[in-house]
């Protein structure tokens, strides 16, 4: 797959990750472990990135003794989700053309 192409789909896999509530690194690869395989080295640096381009914020916070990060996708993250499912439709559309079967009576 096209390295950019990959690159902005788990973007928006990250942040399709946080829409509902907020969440740490660890859960974040947990929730898309069904979908998508995501490692910690391929994570951190899309997170960095998505909150550059404030489509998340950071927080952190105290758990069980120890500094833990917690993400929370901004307007613009959920703005993104949407833009993307409308992309979408046109990438199905174009798979859908690329892969039709020709005309039986050509």
Known sequence: MDIQLKRGLLDVCVLASIKNADSYGYQMI???KPYVEVSE???YPI???LEASNLLTVRTAEHN???RKYYSITQ???Q???DFKSEWNEMV???NFV???EDADE
Request: cysteine-free; charged content about 40%.
């Open 93 to 95: 559309s174009i798979y």
């Open 41 to 43: 080295s391929t994570l």
């Open 99 to 101: 892969t039709r079967e």
């Open 47 to 49: 997170l960095r990135r």
């Open 65 to 67: 003794g120890r500094l």
């Open 80 to 82: 993104r989700i949407e």
């Open 30 to 32: 947990k929730d898309m």
């Open 76 to 78: 613009a993250g959920r």
